[in-house]
C-alpha cells in the first residue's frame, strides 16, 4: 500500500518560513519522480516543484528563488523549504511521486500566509 505523508505546514507570517515534508511508503522511492503540488481556494492545483531520481529539480516561477525542493532516499523523504512566503502561497499542498507506471498523491498539508 502507497502511502505520502505530508507534514510541516501551518499558519506564518508574510516573509516568513516553512519546511513542508514528505514521507513514502510502499513505492521504490528512489525511482520515482517526487514533486509538490498546491491548490488554493476556488482554484486548479497546481504545480510547485519537482526533483527527478537524478535530482533534477523544476520550479513553478513563482516560486523560483523562494522554494528549494530536496529529497533523501535514505528516508524515502521529499523536502519543499518555503521562505520569504507570500499571502498568494496560501494553499493546501500536496505530495506527489510518479514513475513510468503511476502516480500517487498524498493528503494534503494547509499552509497559510497571513498578511
Known amino acids: 500500500q502507497v502511502q505520502l505523508v505530508e507534514s510541516g505546514g501551518g499558519l506564518v507570517q508574510a516573509g516568513g518560513s516553512l519546511r513542508l515534508s514528505c514521507a513514502a511508503s510502499g513505492i521504490i522511492f528512489r525511482r520515482n519522480t517526487m514533486g509538490w503540488y498546491r491548490q488554493a481556494p476556488d482554484m486548479q492545483r497546481e504545480l510547485v516543484a519537482t526533483?527527478?531520481?537524478?535530482?533534477?529539480?523544476n520550479y513553478a516561477d513563482s516560486v523560483k528563488g523562494r522554494f528549494t525542493i530536496s529529497r533523501d532516499n535514505a528516508k524515502n523523504t521529499v523536502y519543499l523549504q518555503m521562505n520569504n512566503l507570500k499571502f498568494e502561497d496560501t494553499a493546501v499542498y500536496y505530495c506527489n511521486a510518479k514513475n513510468t507506471w503511476s502516480a500517487y498523491w498524498g493528503q494534503g498539508t494547509q499552509v497559510t500566509v497571513s498578511s
Open positions: 526533483i527527478t531520481s537524478g535530482d533534477y529539480t
